[in-house]
């Protein structure tokens, strides 16, 4: 990787799509590097030397890796301040915009897959989540209020994360799309960013198919 361009360690119908389409709504150059995790590529020494969970999304920039989809999106959002998706630290929204960015991989995704893997509630007062039914209705009753986006009259990263990932759970049936929801879903991947994600994507799960 060279002059301060991203690599987005990549695979196609995975949490990777939605760091695809905040670097589409970025409008910066980036490089892809495709990892086959059907062939077990992400847990390749290369591959793990990159993240030592051996998972995507990832990002290298300027001998920087960075991983976790939030972490990712906050540090592209403040790296390319100019786009505007990221409020600035003197922003009035930037307090709400750490705190749905953390609560994401922190709170709602633990939850959802805690709950659709059936696995039995831990003691609310030692989980980090508190329960399941808190959580998506704190989810729930946000959408209901975002007007038009995550955090108001502005699309931002939080709506990259959020719109996709509630994209991606509705589909999967893990989460209620409400009226509400579905409308917010609609209002992000209605967006030309988000359509071109999707035509990339549908071209690497056209190529990954092929190959078998
Ligand atoms: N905590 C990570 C989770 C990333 C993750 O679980 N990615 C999956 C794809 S959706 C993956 O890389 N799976 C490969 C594997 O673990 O074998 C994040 O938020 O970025």
Redesign the pocket.
């Known amino acids: 990787m060279t002059d301060g361009r991203i690599t987005l360690h990549y695979?196609p119908q995975?949490?990777a799509f939605g760091t695809l389409v905040l670097l589409e709504e970025l409008g910066v150059p980036y490089d892809l590097h495709v990892v086959n995790?059907r062939a077990g590529d992400?847990l390749s020494p290369a591959y793990v030397a990159v993240n030592p969970m051996?998972?995507?999304?990832a990002i290298s920039h300027l001998g920087v890796v960075v991983?976790?989809?939030?972490a990712i999106a906050l540090y592209l959002g403040d790296l390319f301040t100019k786009a505007g998706l990221a409020p600035g630290v003197d922003d009035p929204l930037r307090g709400d915009y750490l705190r749905w960015m953390v609560f994401y991989?922190s709170c709602f995704?633990p939850a959802l897959v805690d709950h659709a893997m059936k696995r039995p509630p831990i003691p609310r007062k030692s989980s980090p989540y508190a329960d399941y039914e808190t959580v998506v209705s704190i989810v729930h009753e946000h959408v209901g209020r975002t007007s038009p986006f995550w955090l108001g009259d502005r699309f931002s990263a939080a709506d990259a994360l959020w719109g996709s990932a509630l994209f991606w759970v509705t589909n999967f049936g893990i989460f209620e799309k409400t009226p509400e929801v579905a409308a917010y879903i609609e209002r992000v991947t209605s967006r030309p960013a988000f359509r071109k994600a999707q035509t990339d994507e549908a071209a690497l799960v056209a190529a990954r198919d092929r190959a078998g």
């Open positions: 695979a995975t949490r995790i992400n051996g998972k995507v999304p991983t976790e989809q939030a991989g995704e």
